[in-house]
């Protein structure tokens, strides 16, 4: 296999199979296997072995589209946290959020996403790990910071917010009218990686699932990653050398070791089902994720296909911007037999 230091400049070096020691053969079976499964719908697939590109496939769209991936960005915001905390911008995850976004309080009843959803008292012992790893309970009536996998948006984009805060970046009064969080990915991540991503905040439109009235300035205002396949490769790269890209630290790695396995309060709260999220990144340290895959697997998830999926050992990642995409169903995620076949292509 080809020098695992190898890192892309704007381009990627591309290499054939066998270069990367994968069957030529097997590589092809996946692309068919891709496209058939996609039918009809627009689909991605990118395969980096080694710090190279070994298959980029575009199916009814182009390799240039920048297409919103959704809550694959959780994945990118855990990183931008490690990072802030290794710069000392916070103390720990453990920190409490109210201590720097007091206005997450501020949301009362009549406010939240929907009737019987706002700030309850509990909500003070959020910390930034609670939210990082869906288990702060924020707005849900009964569930204790740290007690409940629950995955949703809100909390996260009260993470973002605070961080944002942190810096200067976001104000409640005017949420708007500043940078944001994307200043923060920007500068912290996507600069040093040379990834080329735009960004967007969006809302949900008021309906039967958001009330009227809601505080959307204090828990809305999701921040959009839209990007192309070969730049979300280069997270998955950076994450196969657990944080470094061509020898330098970009997201520490202890930080990233730690957030791409299961979550120790998932762990010790959740029924085994659930034991499949770190911070803010899909895991399969436990084995519950992906039964037929390797324990090592980790990788990001978005609604609509949006994934990137990392086997450090083999150094591979496999993007799929989007793919095949089975709503509801954890079990499906990445599209598992799919990732099974580039696993097999890959040469022992």
């Known amino acids: 296999m080809t020098d695992s230091k190898t890192y892309p400049q704007a381009e990627w070096e591309r290499a054939r199979p066998a270069e990367v020691g994968m069957d030529a053969e097997k ?8 496209a058939d499964a996609s039918g ?8 980096v072995r080694g710090g190279r590109v070994v298959l980029e496939y575009t199916h009814r769209m182009r390799a240039d589209e920048k297409p919103g991936i959704a809550s694959a960005a959780k994945s990118i915001y855990s990183n931008v946290l490690g990072i802030l905390i290794e710069e000392g911008g916070l103390k720990s995850a453990d920190e409490l959020v109210v201590d720097h976004y007091p206005e997450m309080m501020e949301v009362k009843e009549g ?15 959020i910390t930034f790990r609670h939210l990082i790893t869906n288990v702060s309970g924020y707005m849900k009536p009964g569930e204790a910071p740290g007690k409940v996998f629950n995955y949703q948006s809100w909390g996260m984009n009260v993470l973002t917010h605070a961080l944002a805060k942190l810096y200067g970046l976001y104000d409640v009064r005017d949420p708007e009218g500043r940078p944001g969080f994307k200043a923060l990915i920007e500068e912290k991540l996507a600069d040093k990686i040379g990834a080329s991503w735009e960004y967007a905040y969006t809302n949900p439109e008021y309906n039967d699932r958001l009330q009227r009235g809601a505080r959307l300035d204090v828990f809305g205002y999701y921040c959009q990653v839209h990007s192309t396949a070969l730049d979300l490769a280069r997270v998955g790269w950076l994450w196969c050398n657990w944080g470094r890209w061509n020898g330098e ?3 520490p790695e202890a930080w990233l070791r730690e957030t791409s396995a299961v979550a120790p309060d998932i762990l010790a709260n959740c029924p085994r089902e659930e034991w499949t999220y770190g911070h803010g990144i899909w895991s ?3 084995g519950e994720l992906w039964t037929t895959l390797p324990r090592e697997a980790f990788g990001a998830s978005g609604a609509g296909g949006h994934y990137w999926t990392v086997f450090p050992s083999k150094g591979l990642v496999v993007v799929q911007n989007p793919g095949p995409y089975h709503a509801g ?9 799919m990732l099974k076949m580039v696993l097999d292509a890959c040469e022992s």
């Open 27 to 34: 590589v092809a079976q996946v692309q068919s296997w891709f």
């Open 40 to 47: 009809e719908k627009k689909g991605r697939l990118v395969i």
């Open 111 to 125: 406010q939240g996403n929907k009737p019987g959803r706002y700030a309850y008292p509990v909500n003070r012992g």
């Open 249 to 251: 630290p970009i997201v």
């Open 284 to 286: 399969n340290s436990e």
């Open 329 to 337: 169903v954890r079990s499906a995620m990445s599209n598992p037999e």
